[in-house]
């Protein structure tokens, strides 16, 4: 298995242009998130998905908008790149976080670095 | 809303030496709890959790973190530190209801040799 995958590993964009990633799961996960690291601020949750078809926003959604039409893939776009959007993205799937479970934890992909000029 | 707080960004210690991360949540309920490390230009794996079964919990490469109800707190200690372990640590709080994680901001773990 494959785990948590992230299309691209690098970019570099432009202040307004757009553009799209990518993270698939292949542990047949219900739930997917979308990480933003920044150095000092640990992790920052910016979206998130309890199954196919469903979106919700964490921590720090503005600027960023996501899609979950499969269940194995999970896209983060933004419309209008901004230089405070650069950062290191992560995905995330677990499991359904039902209480007591043992399977209660997330799987990370390996980032994607994104520089916005 | 959740909290977690590392205390200390920074930590350096001696090949050999005890390793102590420490690690406190704001919840009046026992969240679950969890310890990930994070090696240069890579993901974030997971070290421990903690799920109510045990206080004491032991993870992977040596590590192990204690929780403390009474303390609120879940530190991540390891009796010897290898040159292997220099990471970066993050540890992190799923509440009882709800379905996000929320993490600390992080401690840039040195092994001096």
């Known amino acids: 298995n494959a785990g948590v995958t992230q299309t691209p590993k690098f970019r570099v964009l432009k202040t307004g242009q757009s553009m799209t990633l990518l993270c698939a799961q292949d542990m047949n996960h219900e739930y997917m998130y979308w990480y933003r690291q920044d150095p000092g601020m640990g992790l920052r949750l910016i979206h998130y998905s309890v199954g196919e078809g469903t979106t919700a926003k964490g921590e720090v959604p503005d600027g960023y908008n996501v899609s979950r039409l499969k269940k194995q893939n999970f896209l983060l776009g933004l419309e209008s790149a901004a230089p405070s959007q650069t950062s290191v993205y992560f995905c995330a799937s677990s499991y359904e976080l039902a209480r007591d479970s043992t399977y209660n934890e997330q799987f990370f992909g390996p980032g994607t670095r994104l520089t916005v000029l | 809303a959740q909290s977690v707080t590392q205390l200390g960004s920074h930590v350096s210690v001696s090949e050999g030496a005890l390793v102590l991360l420490r690690c406190n949540y704001s919840?009046?309920?026992?969240?679950?709890l969890f310890w990930y490390v994070q090696y240069p230009n890579q993901g974030l794996q997971l070290l421990l959790k903690?799920?109510?079964?045990?206080?004491l919990v032991k993870g992977i490469n040596g590590f192990e973190a204690e929780f403390k109800k009474s303390e609120t707190s879940f530190h991540l200690t390891k009796p010897s530190a290898h040159m292997s372990d220099a990471a970066e640590y993050f540890c992190?709080?799923?509440?009882?209801?709800?379905?996000?994680?929320?993490f600390g901001t992080g401690t840039s773990l040195t092994v001096i040799p």
């Open positions: 903690y799920t109510s079964a045990a206080t």
């Open positions: 992190a709080v799923k509440p009882n209801t709800g379905n996000q994680f929320y």
């Open positions: 919840s009046s309920v026992p969240p679950y």
